[in-house]
């Protein structure tokens, strides 16, 4: 049997996931065809200049954006977004190719992305 992430963890992996939240403006543009937050992140790193992102499952769309949290940051049902200093940052939320040691409260097998594990 396997065991799914506690709250604690989920915190932690979500801390820099703003789901139902849109930031709003400072646009480097708009990528069609990108079908999950996990990609758009993606999108984001390879854009000079982003520093943030949007993301709109509904319709496969993603805006880097060239400011931290947009220029408006707002509530909006059916956007998440991210900024990407999250990325190994002081605040921890997720460092790539990096592991924590112990104290693993179970194991998840046959999970394809990163953003399947939200």
């Known amino acids: 049997m396997t065991a799914g992430p506690?709250?604690?963890s989920m915190e932690l992996?979500?801390?820099c996931f703003k789901k139902d939240f849109d930031f709003w403006g400072a646009d480097l543009g708009m990528v069609s065809d990108v079908a999950s937050?996990?990609?758009c992140l993606q999108v984001c790193r390879n854009?000079?200049?982003c520093v943030s992102f949007t993301h709109q499952p509904e319709t496969n769309r993603c805006w880097p954006k060239s400011m931290r949290f947009g220029a408006i940051p707002r509530p909006k049902v059916g956007v998440n977004s991210r900024n990407l200093d999250c990325d190994g940052g002081d605040?921890?939320?997720y460092k790539p190719n990096f592991d924590y040691q112990g104290a693993d409260l179970g194991r998840v097998e046959n999970v394809e992305s990163f953003s399947d594990c939200l």
């Open 6 to 8: 506690s709250s604690r």
């Open 91 to 93: 605040n921890g939320c």
């Open 37 to 39: 937050f996990a990609q």
């Open 47 to 49: 854009t000079e200049g």
């Open 13 to 15: 992996i979500l801390g």
